[in-house]
């Protein structure tokens, strides 16, 4: 196993380690933009690139047309990188003064309120800044709503601190039945006759309704399939879209355990065995932000090779079936999601799935005790 070595050479405290897939995040970029040919496509790295660490994606993401995201640290992060293309601030400013910064790293960002209005009336700036007006089309979060939408337009167009303004709003059900009509109507209704580059679709808009030229417009916003998750899991999976796993969290065994019928595994007792059976301890818990609530039957790859998590997840360890596995033992190769070493994959929708969740919860909530390597970076 090539990885083997280095995971016990380099001064790593348990062997456990997260890899990021350089490789696998280009080939999702170019997924969404031959979903969607003739948009443009903003990479969404908002949270740290969900995770993935914006410094190790932003090699792999930078043929996207932008960056959008919330943070202006993370703004500052990627202009240090060498990034000179547009950045979007997903939220817009925070405070007046964040507007200072926008105008010197050249930010685009979101306007979805008056008083954001308002503080770039007073902002004091030569650099006329490029913004994206947004509506609450439904979804009752950020934005301006359709009946103040045409006034706030107004409004910004007569600024001299504003340069272009572009239209955005957000699909609430962009990847379930509701889908996203009534908000087409809702947006398209209130801006029809408005000028400006439009920009409506997330990910699972981009994948599902890409096809329909008013809904990708100008510009989407491709956030969770660029980490290798669909966004409308179980529906579809990641095969299903042609999505690869970026990130891989793997471990190893570091115990086995012989139980006999009738004996329990770890806290609560909440796992008893049937019949005798092995069980493998791997160096990874809850600390390390893998799901507490995973509950047994939860998929986990042990030398690649399918099999399930008995008992509750504690801090630092998990227990695994090894009953189809009698070659394991301690050292072995635990992937708990992404890519085995030989060559399976277990994506991180389904134990995502399995534990109640989402593989964004999963992907943001990797804990900075786990090393995390760049896996075939230029
Ligand atoms: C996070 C975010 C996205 C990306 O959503 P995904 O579901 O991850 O594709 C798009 N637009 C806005 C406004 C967001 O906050």
């Given amino acids: ?16 380690e997260a890899l990021i897939h350089a490789e696998a995040l280009t080939h999702n970029l170019a997924r969404a933009r031959a979903a969607v040919p003739d948009a443009r496509v903003w990479a969404v790295v908002k949270a740290n690139a969900y995770g993935h660490g914006i410094a190790r994606a932003f090699e792999a993401l930078r043929a996207a047309d932008g960056f959008a995201l919330l943070d202006l640290a993370e703004a500052q992060q990627l202009r240090d990188l060498g990034w000179r293309g547009p950045i979007l601030l997903l939220e817009g400013v925070f405070e007046p003064r964040d507007l200072e910064l926008c105008s010197r790293l050249n930010l685009w960002h979101t306007v979805h309120c008056e008083a954001q209005i308002d503080w770039l009336a007073m902002h004091k700036t030569q650099q006329p800044h490029r913004v994206f007006l947004k509506m609450n089309s439904g979804m009752n979060r950020l934005g301006l709503r359709p009946t103040a939408f045409r006034a706030a337009w107004t409004r910004l167009n007569a600024l001299p601190q504003v340069d272009e303004i572009s239209l955005m709003s957000h699909f609430s059900d962009a990847d379930g039945d509701r889908g996203i009509a009534a908000a087409m109507q809702v947006f398209g209704d209130a801006t029809r006759d408005l ?28 956030g969770i399939m660029l980490y290798g998750s669909a966004p409308d899991f179980p529906a579809h999976d990641i095969a299903h879209w042609n999505l690869r796993p970026t990130m891989t969290l793997r471990a190893r065994l570091i115990g086995t355990q012989e139980l006999q019928a009738g004996d329990t595994v770890g806290y609560g007792s909440r796992f008893t065995a049937e019949a005798p059976m092995r069980i493998g301890v791997v160096a990874c818990g809850y600390a390390d ?50 890519r085995a070493s030989a060559g399976a994959t277990l994506p991180i929708d389904e134990v995502a799935h399995a534990a109640g969740t989402v593989g964004y919860e999963l992907m943001c909530a990797l804990a900075a005790r786990v090393p995390v390597r760049l896996d075939g970076g230029s």
């Fill in 195 to 222: 000028p400006g580059e439009r920009s409506l679709c997330n990910s699972a808009a981009t994948l599902r309704h890409g096809d329909d030229a008013a809904v990708r417009a100008d510009w989407v916003r491709a």
């Fill in 289 to 338: 932000g893998y799901p507490r609530h995973a509950p047994s039957g939860t998929p986990v790859l042990v030398d690649g090779v399918r099999t399930r998590l008995v008992g509750r997840v504690s801090m630092d360890m998990v227990t695994v079936d090894l009953g189809a596995l009698p070659h394991a033992v301690r050292g072995s190769e635990v992937t708990l999601w992404g």
């Fill in 1 to 16: 196993m090539p990885t083997r070595r280095r995971m016990h050479t380099c001064d790593m405290p348990r062997p456990i």
